[in-house]
T-cell receptor, first 115, second 113 residues
Framework: EPEVTQTPSHQVTQMGQEVILRCVPI?????FYWYRQILGQKVEFLVSFYNNEISEKSEIFDDQFSVERPDGSNFTLKIRSTKLEDSAMYFCASSDQRGTTDTQYFGPGTRLTVL | AQSVTQLGSHVSVSEGALVLLRCNYSSSVPPYLFWYVQYPNQGLQLLLK??????LVKGINGFEAEFKKSETSFHLTKPSAHMSDAAEYFC???????????FGTGTRLTVIP
């Protein structure tokens, strides 16, 4: 069964460093998402991406964040200068349709720890 | 704004007992509601979703949820818990016309042998 994969599973970085989280969505999907979950808090939407551009983003997704689909398979989330409060589990998701009832398929997450 | 509230961050049930995980939504318009499950070290997996076609929704692994507008609830149930049901369960809502999901804080289900 096709699945979304994410690498690395755990990333430790120093405050102020840049990190890139990688995701490989399901191959025929066209819509991509990033969510995050700070420990003990809700899973929060960050950004959605379609046709090589951002379609929606939340207030969390500020100028420190960027997304890219550098090739036909990867979807990346970059944090330019990490802060302590960026420590969280980051989930990538993809769907083959865009709409209220579509199903988003999630990856296993990358745990980011900022020291 | 649309949101969901999950009552009980931890629920423990005995193997074979009824599972009831609570989710209440806050919405001024009919919402689209989802239940996701996360097994250890895995991604979020869709259990079921409510899209206004039927108020009782059946999902995978024997789970079902009933949409009750009068109670603004979408509780998840399973008649008989199995050890393999131990996981974290998330209720989520999507507002009409939007793609992003709004999640609850999750409920960790423990099944006691």
């Amino acid at each position: 069964e096709p699945e979304v994969t994410q690498t690395p599973s755990h990333q430790v970085t120093q405050m102020g460093q840049e990190v890139i989280l990688r995701c490989v969505p399901i191959s025929n999907h066209l819509y991509f998402y990033w969510y995050r979950q700070i420990l003990g808090q809700k899973v929060e939407f960050l950004v959605s991406f379609y046709n090589n551009e951002i379609s929606e983003k939340s207030e969390i997704f500020d100028d420190q964040f960027s997304v890219e689909r550098p090739d036909g398979s990867n979807f990346t989330l970059k944090i330019r200068s990490t802060k302590l409060e960026d420590s969280a589990m980051y989930f990538c998701a993809s769907s083959d349709q865009r709409g209220t009832t579509d199903t988003q398929y999630f990856g296993p997450g990358t745990r980011l720890t900022v020291l | 704004a649309q949101s969901v509230t999950q009552l009980g961050s931890h629920v423990s049930v005995s193997e074979g007992a009824l599972v009831l995980l609570r989710c209440n939504y806050s919405s001024s318009v009919p919402p689209y509601l989802f239940w996701y499950v996360q097994y250890p070290n895995q991604g979020l997996q869709l259990l079921l979703k409510y899209t206004s076609a039927a108020t009782l929704v059946k999902g995978i692994n024997g789970f079902e949820a009933e949409f009750k507008k009068s109670e603004t609830s979408f509780h998840l149930t399973k008649p008989s818990a199995h050890m393999s049901d131990a996981a974290e369960y998330f209720c989520a809502v999507k507002k009409t016309g939007a793609n992003n999901l709004f999640f609850g804080t999750g409920t960790r289900l423990t099944v006691i042998p």
